[in-house]
């Protein structure tokens, strides 16, 4: 177990530099300064980051092209409102979901701050965000998961396939969420190198694993885990194991996963 160890800190120490951003996903909300720009980016893009990467990069770039220099002013102006809805904007993710995403997100951000409801996350001052949707005291971000899914879905009318479920009443049932998971490893880490760490409610030690198809082959490869199926339960596994290594920043050996080779 120690040589894993030292093998995923070697993989984490080649590929979490500066040299890494240039062809990821994480360059996009690396563009900002604004809070709010940053997470509006950051789900957006990890909401359209699997598939070619050079696809992913270009339609991303293209995306936030028509959103302006401020992401967040465009969906609070309803800019997206005239856009046609069966444009393919990366694969399956089309106008229509990406104005799903900014009707969601203005819906959040423009709860009355004199409303007598309760609200259904914790007010941050004067300035909440997409932190607060997320954040729980159990510091729980599967539970901040499901939040974000629901009031998402409160916005629209219906449930987006681009939004997982983490099913917190089923555990056993949830999906792996792990292009939301990689939006949280984003906004949450702050290793001073590739992750910007803007969110300062939940903790390194807190994230879990962003787990897809490959990550999954090379930590059944290097037997960190045993279960088939790349679902929630498998990466609380997985998480699991890597706190053994680092029970403090668990989720910096994404780095590691992500540029391991696979053998067979």
């Known amino acids: 177990m120690n040589n894993i160890k030292e093998y995923l800190e070697e993989l984490v120490a080649k590929n979490n530099t500066q040299a890494f951003i240039k062809d990821?996903?994480?360059?996009?909300?690396?563009?900002?300064?604004?809070?709010?720009?940053i997470e509006i980016v950051s789900f957006l893009v990890a909401t359209i980051a699997w598939g070619n990467r050079k696809?992913?990069?270009n339609n991303a770039n293209k995306m936030l092209g028509i959103m302006g220099k401020s992401p967040y002013d465009y969906v609070m102006s309803e800019g997206w409102e005239k856009l046609d809805d069966g444009k393919c904007v990366h694969r399956t993710f089309f106008n229509r979901?990406?104005?799903y995403y900014c009707r969601g997100m203005k819906t959040i951000y423009e709860v009355p701050r004199d409303s007598n409801e309760v609200p259904r996350f914790a007010r941050n001052d004067n300035d909440y965000s997409?932190?607060?949707?997320?954040?729980?005291?159990?510091?729980?971000?599967?539970?901040?998961?499901?939040?974000?899914?629901?009031?998402m879905a409160e916005a629209n009318g219906v449930t987006s396939k681009h939004i997982s479920n983490p099913c917190c009443d089923e555990p056993k049932?949830?999906?792996?969420?792990?292009?939301?998971?990689?939006?949280?490893?984003?906004l949450?880490?702050?290793?001073?190198?590739?992750?910007?760490?803007?969110?300062?409610?939940?903790?390194?030690?807190?994230?879990?694993i962003p787990l897809d198809v490959h990550v999954?082959?090379?930590?059944?490869?290097?037997?960190?885990?045993?279960?088939?199926?790349?679902?929630r339960q498998t990466v609380e596994i997985l998480t699991k194991k890597l706190r053994e290594f680092d029970k403090e920043d668990p989720v910096k050996y994404d780095f590691a996963l992500f540029g391991a080779e696979v053998i067979e």
């Not at 049932?173 to 490893?185: D, F, N, V």
């Not at 949450?188 to 879990?208: E, H, S, T, Y």
């Not at 082959?217 to 679902?231: A, P, Y």
């Open 24 to 37: 990821d996903p994480v360059q996009f909300p690396r563009r900002y300064n604004d809070k709010k720009d």
């Open 55 to 57: 696809m992913i990069l």
């Open 97 to 99: 979901d990406f104005k």
């Open 130 to 151: 997409l932190e607060d949707v997320f954040y729980n005291e159990e510091h729980d971000v599967w539970r901040g998961i499901q939040n974000f899914r629901d009031l």
């Open 173 to 186: 049932k949830g999906s792996a969420c792990k292009r939301l998971h990689m939006a949280l490893r984003w």
């Open 188 to 208: 949450v880490r702050n290793d001073g190198i590739v992750d910007l760490g803007i969110w300062k409610k939940f903790n390194p030690k807190d994230l879990m």
């Open 216 to 231: 999954a082959r090379v930590s059944r490869n290097l037997g960190l885990i045993e279960r088939k199926s790349n679902d």
